[in-house]
C-alpha cells in the first residue's frame, strides 16, 4: 500500500503550470489548449488510451516537444530545453539495447548537466552514481551491460539516470508497464519513497486499478484532459468512458474502486 501525500489545491505556487497549451510536432498540434498545475510534492498519475498525448505532454513539460500557444512554467519560470530540476524516464521501449553501455555509465550519463563541459566525470560524480544506484538495490549490477539486465533491472538504471542529477521532478512513461506484481510493487514502492523525500512524481500508467488508484490524484487525458482529482471521484463510468472511448463498468470491493474493462467476447459474431 502507497501512502502518498494529498495533492495541494489551496497552493498558489505550483511547481508546473501549463496555461493553455497547445504543444506537438512537426507544427501538428497534439494537445490544444491544455491547462494543468502540478503542485510540489504531488504524485500524479497519468491516464489515457494509447496515442492520447501522455508521451506528448511528458515531452512538452521537458521541452522536447514543441510548444506552439500558451506557456508552461516550471517553478514560474519559462520552461526551456535543459531543464536541471527534471528527471526523465522514457519508456523501455524507445531505447537502443545494443548501445554498448554498462549499467554505472548509462547512470553517470545523468549527470552530464553538472559538468557538460567536461568530457569526463569527476570523482563526486561517480561517487553520487554509485550511490543511487545502493539506494535503489541496483548496485551490484554496475558493470552489466544494460541489455543483460531484466526489465525491472533496466527500469531503476533509467531511474537512477534521472535521479543522479538531484532534480525536484521525475517525470516518468509507463515506469511499470510490462512488468510482474512483484517488480511493479516493488518499483512503486520506491517511487513513493522518493516522493516522501520530497520529489514530486507525473508518471503515465496504463495500470488503472493496481497503480493509479492508489494514487492521490489522477490525470484523464485524451487529447485534451477529460478530468482530475482522487482517483474515487474521478473513477467513474462516464469520465472512463470519455477518456477510452469505451465501456469500463465502476465496482466497489471492500472499499476499494475497481474498474472493469467490459469483457469482449472474441470469435463470436
Ligand atoms: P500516448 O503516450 O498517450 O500513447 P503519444 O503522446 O505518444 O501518446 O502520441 C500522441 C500522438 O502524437 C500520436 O498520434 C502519435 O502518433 C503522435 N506522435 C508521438 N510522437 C511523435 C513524434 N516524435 N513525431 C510525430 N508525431 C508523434
Not at 501549463?18 to 494537445?31: D, H, K, T
Not at 530540476?85 to 524507445?94: A, N, R
Amino acid at each position: 500500500m502507497l501512502h502518498p501525500k494529498p495533492h495541494d489545491t489551496t497552493s498558489e505556487n505550483p511547481l508546473i503550470e501549463l496555461r493553455s497549451v497547445s504543444c506537438g510536432y512537426q507544427n501538428n498540434s497534439i494537445l490544444e489548449n491544455l491547462s494543468l498545475k502540478i503542485m510540489a510534492g504531488d504524485f500524479v498519475g497519468l491516464l489515457g488510451p494509447s496515442g492520447s498525448g501522455k508521451s506528448t505532454l511528458l515531452r512538452a513539460i521537458l521541452g522536447t516537444a514543441k510548444v506552439y500557444s500558451g506557456q508552461i512554467l516550471i517553478e514560474k519560470t519559462v520552461s526551456s530545453k535543459k531543464q536541471p530540476l527534471i528527471g526523465y524516464v522514457p519508456q523501455l521501449e524507445t531505447i537502443d539495447w545494443n548501445f554498448p553501455v554498462t549499467a554505472e555509465q548509462v547512470v553517470l550519463m545523468g549527470r552530464i548537466t553538472h559538468s557538460p563541459w567536461l568530457p569526463w566525470h569527476n570523482h563526486q560524480d561517480r561517487k553520487q552514481t554509485l550511490d543511487i544506484m545502493t539506494q535503489l538495490g541496483i548496485r551490484h549490477l554496475h558493470n552489466k551491460h544494460i541489455r543483460e539486465l531484466s526489465g525491472g533491472e533496466q527500469q531503476r538504471v533509467f531511474l537512477a539516470r534521472a535521479l543522479v542529477g538531484n532534480p525536484k521532478i521525475l517525470l516518468l512513461d509507463e515506469p511499470v508497464s510490462g512488468m510482474d506484481i512483484k517488480t511493479r510493487d516493488d518499483t512503486m514502492h520506491v517511487l513513493d519513497q522518493l516522493n516522501h523525500e520530497g520529489i514530486t512524481i507525473l508518471m503515465t500508467t496504463h495500470e488503472i486499478n493496481s497503480v493509479a488508484a492508489h494514487l492521490p490524484w489522477v490525470i484523464c487525458l485524451n487529447k485534451s484532459i477529460i478530468a482530475e482529482g482522487p482517483p474515487s471521484a474521478v473513477f467513474t463510468a462516464d469520465i472512463l468512458n470519455k477518456t477510452y472511448n469505451a465501456e469500463m463498468p465502476i465496482t466497489e470491493f471492500e472499499g476499494l474502486t475497481i474498474v472493469a474493462e467490459k469483457p469482449h467476447v472474441f470469435g463470436k459474431k
